[in-house]
């Protein structure tokens, strides 16, 4: 079964920096659009950023831009998300997916082919 799994997650301090990683099984990593979300408990979860797969354009939320780099080891089946100046509204559950159409939306929830589990990022102030 094909999965993707989140890892790189911790607590840092409000202007601190993490590098999220996600890494595919075989067949996982989309040969279309790769994507950032995350979710905080009570909310519902909100597109962070998406790197078309091929042509290496990136799509990001406004909350985010200038902060964060969405970017990929294609040959290792590898998505990464650099975060830096992290602010405490970055606080939430982070998971990678693979798209199947709409890279540019970044917002979209829809056309979702597979889900990681997510890893915990916890900024404090």
């Known amino acids: 079964v094909q999965r993707l799994e989140e890892s790189g997650g911790g607590s840092v301090q409000a202007g601190g920096s993490l590098k999220l990683s996600c890494t595919a099984s075989?067949?996982?990593?989309?040969?279309?659009?790769m994507a950032w979300f995350r979710q905080v408990p009570g909310k519902k979860r909100e597109g962070v950023a998406r790197?078309?797969?091929?042509?290496?354009?990136?799509y990001y939320a406004d909350s985010v831009k200038g902060r964060f780099t969405i970017s990929q080891n294609y040959a290792a089946n590898t998505l990464y998300l650099q975060m830096n100046n992290l602010k405490q509204e970055d606080t939430g559950m982070y998971y990678c997916a693979s798209v199947d159409t709409g890279c540019d939306r970044v917002h979209d929830l829809e056309n979702v082919e597979l889900w990681g589990q997510g890893t915990q990022v916890t900024v404090s102030p």
């Open positions: 790197i078309y797969v091929n042509v290496r354009s990136t």
């Open positions: 075989q067949g996982a990593y989309s040969t279309y659009c």
